[in-house]
C-alpha cells in the first residue's frame, strides 16, 4: 500500500473515531448541533497566537471591527465606532452591554488590557498595529500610534486581536470571548465542542451546540459528509466534487484573497541570487497547476493581488528566458545533466504541508520539472509551516498559501511579507528601497494614492522575484443544502461558525 493511502485510511479511520466521540456524549445530543470539519488542526485556543485563528472562526472571539468582503469596508464589531483625534491618537467607542462567557462586563479597561496582550505575545501583531499608547478615557479607548498610520483601524480586522477577558486563567483551552459560542471542552489537535452562549449580546445563536473539528487529510473530510458524520466540510478533496454534488450535497466554491505561492528564503543559500529566483520562477507552469492540480478551481497568478482589486498592477513583459538560460546567467552549466556551479550540483530543500492538499502536489510537480533541467529537489513535510519557516533556516523554497488582502487593502500583505519586521516575512526580506516604500504607503491616507503606492510596491516585488505567485485558489466548501441553512463561504476565510448558522431535523 502507497504512503499516500496508507495515510488518507488512517486520517479517514481517526477522524471515524473522533466524530463518533462527538455522538457518544454525556447526555443525549440536542438535535440543534452541527458538525464542522476544518482543514487545520490547532495546539491552543489563546486567541492571540493561534495562527490558525480557530477561535475566531468558531465564533468564540471577537474583534473590535470586522470586514464586509462583499463590499470591502471595515464594519463595527466590538468597536461601535472610531474616530481620528489628532495627533496620531483614535477614539473608539465601545458597544455597550457586552459580557465575556464568564459573565465579566466587556469595557475599556479589559479591551486595553487584551490589546496590550495581544502585542506582548505577538510580534505580528505589535509590528501591525504600531501603537505607542493605549489609555482609557470614561467608556471609550484613545490609542496614539507611532506613526500617521490611516489603515490602523482596519488592522484591528486581525483575528489575532481578538478581545478576551486577560484576566481569566485557562486561555488555551478555554479563552474568555464575547462571542455567540463558548468553549465546552478542547481536546487539542482534535476537536473544539462548543455550546451556545446565552447572553450574547446580539441575537443568540440558532444552533445549540458545534463540534469544531480538525482533520488534515482531504478524502477523510469528504468522506466524513459522505457517511453524514459530518454537516459542513472546509476545503473537500477536489477530485470528489463530481461524486458529492452527484450524491446531492452541495459544493461551493468561491473566489477569496488568496495566493499559492513559492516562498524564496532570500537570507541563505542558492536563492539569495536573483537569476535563480528567476529560473524556479520561469519553471513554473502556472497553467497546468490551475488544470491539473487545482482541476480548474484557480486562477494563474502574476502577483499576490487578485486582478480585480484596483490596487493589482499592470505587470511588465516579462522576459522570455528559459529555467536553464536563467541558471546559466548565475554561473551555473549542465554537467552529466546536472546543473553546477564551482562543481557543486544546485541542490535545493522544499517544504510543505499537508493541511493544504494541493501544495504537497504542486511541489512534486515542481521536483519533477525541476529534474528535467538537473536541478535535485528534496521534499520536506512539515507540520506548521509559519512555525518552521520563523525558526528554521534549513530550506531554500517553500510552498505556502496567504491572504493577501484580508482587509480589503494592500498593506497588510505588504508589511506582514516584505518589511523586515513583517510577521509573515519567513524569505527574511531587508530591502532598504521597499522597506522605504512600504512605510510611505503606511503614512499615506489618500486612497487613490495609496493604490498607486501599493501597484509601485508590488511591481518592485515582481522586479526581486522574493516570491513566486503561483495561483489563486478558489475556496470548496461542500454540505448538505437540506440541513444546513445560512452557510456562507467568507472571501476572507474569518467568519465561519456564526450566530445565524442553523439545521433543519
Not at 36 to 47: K, R
Not at 470 to 486: G, I
Request: charged share 25%; net charge neutral.
Amino acid at each position: 500500500m502507497s504512503t499516500y493511502k496508507t495515510a488518507h485510511l488512517i486520517g479517514s479511520v481517526f477522524l471515524g473515531l473522533t466524530l463518533a466521540g462527538c455522538a457518544a456524549s454525556d447526555k443525549p445530543q440536542e438535535q440543534n448541533h452541527l458538525t464542522f470539519v476544518y482543514n487545520f488542526a490547532t495546539q491552543s485556543l489563546d486567541p492571540h497566537r493561534d495562527s490558525s485563528y480557530v477561535p475566531l472562526r468558531a465564533g468564540v472571539t471577537e474583534t473590535l471591527v470586522r470586514l464586509d468582503d462583499e463590499r470591502l469596508t471595515v464594519e463595527p464589531w466590538l468597536a461601535k465606532k472610531w474616530s481620528y483625534e489628532g495627533k496620531r491618537t483614535w477614539r473608539i467607542v465601545l458597544q455597550e452591554d457586552v459580557t465575556f462567557h464568564n459573565g465579566k462586563q466587556l469595557d475599556a479597561a479589559a479591551v486595553k488590557s487584551s490589546l496590550e496582550r495581544s502585542i506582548d505575545e505577538n510580534p505580528g501583531v505589535k509590528n501591525a498595529l504600531n501603537i505607542e499608547t493605549i489609555k482609557t478615557d470614561g467608556p471609550d479607548l484613545l490609542i496614539q500610534t507611532k506613526t500617521t498610520y490611516p489603515e490602523f483601524i482596519s488592522e484591528l480586522v486581525n483575528p489575532n486581536t481578538a478581545i478576551i477577558d486577560t484576566k481569566a486563567s485557562g486561555v488555551t483551552k478555554e479563552p474568555m470571548g464575547t462571542g455567540p459560542f463558548q468553549v465546552k471542552r478542547f481536546a487539542p489537535g482534535t476537536k473544539v465542542e462548543l455550546k451556545r452562549f446565552k447572553s450574547y449580546w446580539q441575537e443568540q445563536a440558532k444552533l445549540d451546540s458545534v463540534d469544531f473539528v480538525f482533520n488534515e487529510d482531504a478524502g477523510a473530510r469528504t468522506n466524513a459528509l459522505r457517511a453524514g458524520q459530518a454537516d459542513i466540510v472546509y476545503r473537500p478533496e477536489i477530485e470528489s466534487v463530481k461524486q458529492l454534488k452527484s450524491e446531492g450535497l452541495t459544493v461551493q466554491a468561491t473566489d477569496t484573497f488568496r495566493v499559492h505561492q513559492l516562498t524564496m528564503n532570500v537570507a541563505n543559500g542558492p536563492m539569495q541570487s536573483l537569476e535563480v529566483r528567476q529560473a524556479m520562477d520561469a519553471l513554473i507552469n502556472r497553467k497546468q497547476l490551475v488544470d491539473h492540480v487545482l482541476q480548474g478551481y484557480a486562477v494563474p497568478a502574476r502577483g499576490p493581488f487578485l486582478s480585480s482589486f484596483p490596487f493589482a498592477p499592470n505587470y511588465p513583459q516579462q522576459v522570455q528566458k528559459t529555467p536553464e538560460e536563467w541558471l546559466k546567467q548565475a554561473g551555473y552549466t549542465k554537467q552529466n545533466g546536472r546543473m553546477q556551479k564551482d562543481g557543486r550540483p544546485l541542490k535545493l530543500t522544499l517544504l510543505t504541508y499537508a493541511a493544504r492538499p494541493d501544495l504537497p502536489l504542486i511541489a512534486q510537480v515542481i521536483q519533477d520539472d525541476a529534474k528535467k533541467i538537473g536541478v535535485a529537489i528534496t521534499i520536506k513535510q512539515i507540520d506548521v509551516p509559519e512555525e518552521y519557516m520563523a525558526s528554521n533556516r534549513d530550506w531554500d523554497i517553500a510552498t505556502y498559501s496567504n491572504l493577501t488582502a484580508p482587509r480589503g487593502d494592500a498593506g497588510y500583505y505588504l508589511n506582514a511579507t516584505y518589511h523586515p519586521n513583517g510577521g509573515l516575512n519567513f524569505s527574511r526580506v531587508a530591502d532598504p528601497k521597499l522597506t522605504k516604500q512600504i512605510e510611505t504607503l503606511n503614512e499615506t491616507i489618500q486612497i487613490e494614492e495609496r493604490s498607486r503606492l501599493a501597484e509601485q510596491i508590488a511591481r518592485y516585488v515582481d522586479e526581486k522575484h522574493y516570491n513566486s505567485f503561483l495561483l489563486h485558489p478558489s475556496t470548496l466548501v461542500a454540505y448538505d443544502s437540506k440541513r444546513v441553512k445560512r452557510w456562507k463561504t467568507e472571501k476572507s476565510e474569518y467568519y465561519m461558525i456564526t450566530n445565524t448558522l442553523q439545521v433543519t431535523d
